[in-house]
């Protein structure tokens, strides 16, 4: 009888002990990151523009960036990172079970995900959308003129979907040519294989400057789906979701106000702007419901830049950018007529 | 009457068809009218593939380029060969830090020395070499690849392995220039290889612990900077993974074999199941199970090394196929070996460690041999799972911006490197077979 009191009491105290445990982890992911020293933030396998690997085993991109933004307003220092590069069919799993802390990998905002995978999307960093190349002087001027043509696609994602869709809504009779590798699917569109060749607008751009003669080939106009690629975190912890957002969104806002890697420090000390002197940190405490220190945003700033310098270094027009124009895009500021668009910094 | 002939005949030609390359040509390639025709149909071929290869390998290709777009400036048709040159960091050892090469480099260095007494006849101790390198390399190896703090367990093991090194290096030394294993060349320099067994036993163990002590104290000192896992990739965790599945997998094997054919039920019902679940398996099943699965049984927070998971995933797989293959050849062997072991006095592990496995692993070397270069090219799945190994690396060359869809001339390369690895083994696994039925040539 005592025995059996004592294992029943010992077998309640490790239920105890692992529920609070687990509460507790899930609860602060803030101070699991900083008891750990780095950031663990998830990418995909390579992808251009968003997040692949140098000659040198370095990890560049828009959505490395994101994560070198959140590194910075937590240590102040971007480095403190590790890139995990997690494929397709693991990467919520990888999340939810704590291997990573955030993920920051080109994947689409849907209700489904966000509902029910137990995870929250922040907020968006890109707005992609399904598009199609065709060859100039097949006369295509529009996806609605694909009637009965053969389009090579790749398998087992949304595209393969929203193409099947776009087909039926319009009539159009497409048959889908279907491949596993992206190579190999714009390996055959180039040798003939098929008369258009479809994925998010964003990498047709990024092959099609890969092609030997990228002239002879030309971007549709029409987007067939909304494809809005945000970060995520996973559910339940809101103030760790506030930090990944308020991250994002500072980016954005710094671009809005003209701050930028080369001028922060000039801004901070100089800037009579009051949005400019709150978001720096030199007045207000708007750290403090993040749980962060005063110069959050400057360090993200610092180290990284703003929206608009990432999206050019990465995206539009650098060495290592796929070259997509901003300008006129959803992408631009919404001041130039787009859809980046932060909420006041106060 | 006599039909000897007294001379000697004149020594003939020998026939044409085996004496000039023209006659071996008519012979082989144009005996017929069907043949001549064959023979050009062939030759036409082998003209169109292996001139066409050549051309776009070779005399249209580009070796330095910046980009893949100067590349193509500079021939449209022609392989881009730079893409890759630019990558052989990545290809060959993934992310590691660049200054920090150089570990990696030692550390295969080190292997081949430390293996190198195996391939000579003069050196003695053989399988004390074998059993050392399977013992403390890894640990030394270990360190030198990740690096960081050493807990007191490593700090042992290091030192040890450095002392087993230096043994062995010293043993190799003794044999090749005196013949003679290194303890006795020790007690004839010291002037005690006349003196009792005690004492000479003695002797060594001194020497040896002084051996240690030093090793110790030196690498107390030493410390390197840390290289985490995630850093590791390329051709050297290709070799990582299926270097420790390989050394694994085959004790495994051995032991999951012997359990399957064992008469206690409770070990030969548990080896079969083992056996059996994971053989009914694909690997990419196991390496999703070991890396997805496995961290949701365990308490949150907790992470295990994912590169762990996927080494245990690889040996425990490997295993099982290793298991039927050595079982195979246990059923080969009479029972009258086992009868005649039983006959002059050896239990169980006397019989199978003397008697039936020598001769059953003979048989099976080429089986064997197969497992491992199944193995070694069985690892390329882990880039599935986001490991950056070979295959991962080369396929990541086509995403990086300035070789953006360059991806025919990273596979060709792989498949190069591939071959030169698995031809390489599987020509040792003849020469071994060779070499040990020397006595009887089937």
Redesign the interface.
Known sequence: MKLKAKLTAVAALAVVA?TS??VA??ENTLD?VKARGFLRCQVG?????FY???????WYGLDVSMCQAVAAAIFGDKTKL??????T??RF??LA???SDMLSRTATWTETRDTQLGLDFVTPNFYDGQGFTVRKDSGITSALQLKGAKVCVTTGTTTELNLADFSRVNNLNISAVTFE?Y?VR?NTFLNGGCDAVTTDKSALA??L?????PEDYIILPETISKEPLAPAVRQGDNQWEDIVRWSVFALINAEELGITQANVDDMRANSQDPRVRRMLGVEGNLNEGLGLSKDWAYNIIKAVGNYGEIYERYIGDG????HIPRKGSLNALWTDGGLMYSPPFR | MAIVKAERTPDRRPPVSEATVLGWLRKNLFSSVSNTLLTFVMLYIIYLTVGGAFKWGVLDATFIADNRRECYDNSLTGACWAGVIHWLNNIFYGRYPRTEIWRINLGGVLLALWMAPLWISRVKGKFLVGVSVVVFYPFLAGYLFSGGEKGLFMQIMVASALVAFAVNMANMLAGLFSRQGLGTFALRVLGQDKATGKTQRNVLLVLIAIAFGAAFFWQMSWTIQSVVWTKWGGLFLTLVISGIGIALSLPGGILLALGRRSKLPIVRVLSTGFIEIFRSVPLITVLFMATTMFPLFMPEGFVLNKLVQVIIAVVLFNACYMAETVRAGLQAIPKEQFEGAHTIGLGYWGTMGLIIMPQALKHMIPNIVGSFIGLLKDTTLVSIIGLFDLLGMLRSISKDVPWMGLHKEPLIFGAILFFIMCSSMSKYSRHLEVKLSAGRKR
């Open positions: 692992a445990a687990t982890s899930a699991v396998s390579p992808s251009p523009g692949n690997l140098d000659a040198d085993g370095n590790q890139i995990q590069s997690v494929s069919q693991a799993t990888a079970n704590g291997e590798d190579n714009d990024g092959n400057s890969s092609w030997p003669v060495p290592q950018a796929i």
